[in-house]
């Protein structure tokens, strides 16, 4: 299991809630991470990466963000990030 205080300062520090909103609740520029009352998983969120991988790279650039790009133990943090808020 991730740390979900890791999982926040990657979350915020890697650009992610620019589009993804705070929390992961999603907003015009990203889809929503967590819904509620639903828990995210590390396979979950990995495959949603590596699918929106080329538009959000896009999206990154046009922002003047850096390519998302997270390690397996970084992604175990923001998933645990993400499922305190269903607790």
Known sequence: AGSARAGA???AGSGCS???GAHGEGSRRGPVLR???RLVNT???GARLAR??????QR???????APSLEE?????VVSFLNQMNQ
Do not use: R, S
């Open 9 to 11: 300062a990657e979350f």
């Open 18 to 20: 620019t589009c993804h």
């Open 35 to 37: 819904a509620a009352g």
């Open 43 to 45: 396979v979950m969120l």
């Open 52 to 57: 929106a991988e080329q538009k959000m790279c």
């Open 60 to 66: 990154a650039a046009a922002l003047k963000l850096p």
């Open 73 to 77: 133990t970084e992604i175990q943090d």
